[in-house]
């Protein structure tokens, strides 16, 4: 069975960075386009960019200009490099497949990622 570790939110300043990890057990990374999402307190869960097997991306209007999605399919790895943060990008962040009805795998835990104004 898949699983699907986060990691690498914290508490960061207004205008700061941070770079999430996602690793992935198993070899789903090769066959499926992997995405980041968000959920914040009291809304629904959001797509927030999205990355084919062959390197190609899609970043959500708020987080265009901002955001970089990468994988690293040798390591079963994803990530989002995310600069210049605003407050409203604070959520829990998540890996899964896009969309997540392709190979329909468990929400891991997420990262919390909590930005100060």
């Known amino acids: 069975q898949v699983q699907l570790v986060e990691s690498g939110g914290g508490l960061v300043q207004s205008g700061g960075s941070l770079r999430l990890s996602c690793a992935a057990s198993?070899?789903?990374?090769?066959?499926?386009?992997m995405g980041w999402y968000r959920q914040a307190p009291g809304k629904q869960r959001e797509l927030v960019a999205t990355i084919t097997s062959g390197g190609s991306t899609y970043y959500a209007d708020s987080v265009k200009g901002r955001f970089t999605i990468s994988r690293d399919n040798a390591k079963n790895t994803v990530y989002l490099q995310m600069n210049s943060l605003k407050p409203e990008d604070t959520a829990v962040y998540y890996c899964?497949?896009?969309?997540?009805?392709?190979?329909?795998?468990?929400w891991g835990q997420g990262t919390q990622v909590t930005v100060s104004s």
């Open positions: 899964n497949t896009y969309p997540w009805s392709a190979a329909r795998v468990s």
């Open positions: 198993g070899s789903i990374f090769s066959r499926y386009s």
